[in-house]
């Protein structure tokens, strides 16, 4: 890997939602958690264009954030960026999002281009949306790290959390595949489905209200999972790590993202023991966003 110095550098966080799965799809809302990390990125001008990265031999998200770059300020210098990222990578914690907030952060760096956290994610947003892949409150958990409610794929607010706290997501190798567009027919098919969905509303507004009482929104957390279960997105596997998490301790423990198997999310204010059914377990603080 190349030690040259860079003369500039990009850090932000990953991200995963804590409330709103599968209702967000439907303009309810969501809250999505900035996940520590960081993932930096390094950026200086070079006799040729590379990006390199210590973890992946590719980095499309950084590809996309210099060709937008470009396209954007009509840039054509080359450059070298260098891609550290302490955020694990395909396991849904963002760490793409972060790449790019990262790569285009310290791009506007390099050529003094500034830009506001607001214009970043609002940029950035537009970008996501032009390529059909579009999720505001990820970009603002990444970009301004805390809680993030969203609203109708708006980013509606951002807070901190008062107490710092650990969120230990679990997996196993299970992976979840065509959860969503199932779902999305028996929404379409079931009435039952729409006062779900609502009820889901209701829990993560009251969830950001509470963002601060965390037995109460480990609470939350349960009654959440509940509904992921009447949806059909849980099963044993889920369960069985649900059930070790509570043992274990956690205040609140819910499938995080999709569901069908391969994750959970645990609020842990103490370190949890071993999971029986777990392949992987990571932890992570409250955190800062862009730097």
């Known amino acids: 890997m190349d030690k040259k110095p860079y003369a500039v550098w990009a850090s932000c966080c990953g991200n995963a939602f804590l409330f709103g799965e599968y209702a967000v799809l439907l303009g309810k809302n969501a ?4 996940l520590s990390g960081p993932l930096t990125a390094h950026a200086s001008f070079s006799k040729k264009d590379e990006i390199l990265s210590k973890e992946f031999k590719k980095s499309p998200p950084a590809e996309f954030a210099l060709k937008s770059f470009r396209e954007l300020y009509g840039y054509e210098n080359n450059v070298s960026i260098l891609i550290d990222s ?3 990578a395909g396991k849904g914690f963002g ?10 952060a310290a791009l506007s760096k390099l050529y003094s281009a500034k830009l506001s956290n607001k214009k970043l994610l609002k940029i950035l947003f537009a ?4 390529e059909k892949l579009c999720s505001a409150g990820a970009l603002a958990a990444t970009i301004y790290g805390g809680l993030v409610r969203v609203n109708k794929n708006k980013c509606a607010a951002v807070e901190k959390l008062n107490k710092p706290t ?4 679990t997996y196993t190798r299970k992976k979840s595949k065509g ?4 779902f999305m027919q028996r929404y379409e098919k079931n009435k039952s489905y729409k006062k779900i969905v609502s009820t889901m509303d209701s829990i993560t507004k009251s969830a950001w209200r509470n963002k601060n009482n ?6 939350l957390m349960g009654e959440y999972q509940c509904l992921l279960e009447n949806i059909g997105v849980s099963n044993e596997h889920i369960s069985n790590l ?5 043992k274990e301790g956690a205040i609140g423990t819910k499938i995080s993202g999709a569901g069908g198997g391969d994750c959970i999310v645990s609020l842990a204010p103490k370190k949890l023991g071993k999971f029986e059914h777990a392949n992987e377990t990571y932890r992570f603080s409250y955190t800062r966003g862009l730097k």
């Open 166 to 169: 650990d969120f230990l997501f």
């Open 214 to 219: 965390y037995r109460a929104l480990g609470e």
């Open 31 to 34: 809250i999505v958690l900035g």
């Open 179 to 182: 959860m969503i567009e199932p």
């Open 95 to 104: 760490s793409s999002d972060a790449c790019m907030v990262s790569t285009f």
């Open 242 to 246: 649900i059930y070790e998490s509570q």
């Open 127 to 130: 970008l996501k949306r032009r």
């Open 86 to 88: 302490k955020i694990p």
